[in-house]
């Protein structure tokens, strides 16, 4: 069964950081792409940052230079650092990833950047 737990989230001031996590099992995670995704109150879902599974980063225009994506491969964990925070990062943020053709999602993780 694909699991992935989100970890990190809280209530940070303007200008902080926040590092994300996400903790994967059911599935081979070194041979899966990985990616954040957030959702604010009343939107869609937005992606955020995609790290591949040969690692190569890609990243939202409203993140890049702010946020940095990472993985660990020997502990199957996804990270996302997040630098600068601004009012509109505030979200629940999701680790996904696709598994035979499924999208998965975790449970989410709140961002509140407030002051």
């Known amino acids: 069964e694909v699991q992935l737990v989100e970890s990190g989230g809280g209530l940070v001031q303007p200008g902080g950081s926040l590092r994300l996590s996400c903790a994967a099992s059911?599935?081979?995670?070194?041979?899966?792409?990985m990616s954040w995704v957030r959702q604010a109150p009343g939107k869609g879902p937005e992606w955020v940052s995609t790290?591949?599974?040969?690692?190569?980063?890609y990243y939202a225009d409203s993140v890049k230079g702010r946020f940095t994506i990472s993985r660990d491969n020997a502990k199957n964990t996804l990270y996302l650092q997040m630098n600068s925070l601004k009012p509109e990062d505030a979200a629940v943020y999701y680790c996904?990833?696709?598994?035979?053709?499924?999208?998965?999602w975790g449970q989410g993780t709140q961002v509140t950047v407030s002051s």
């Open positions: 790290n591949s599974r040969g690692g190569t980063t």
């Open positions: 059911g599935f081979t995670f070194g041979s899966a792409d």
């Open positions: 996904a990833t696709e598994v035979a053709l499924r999208n998965y």
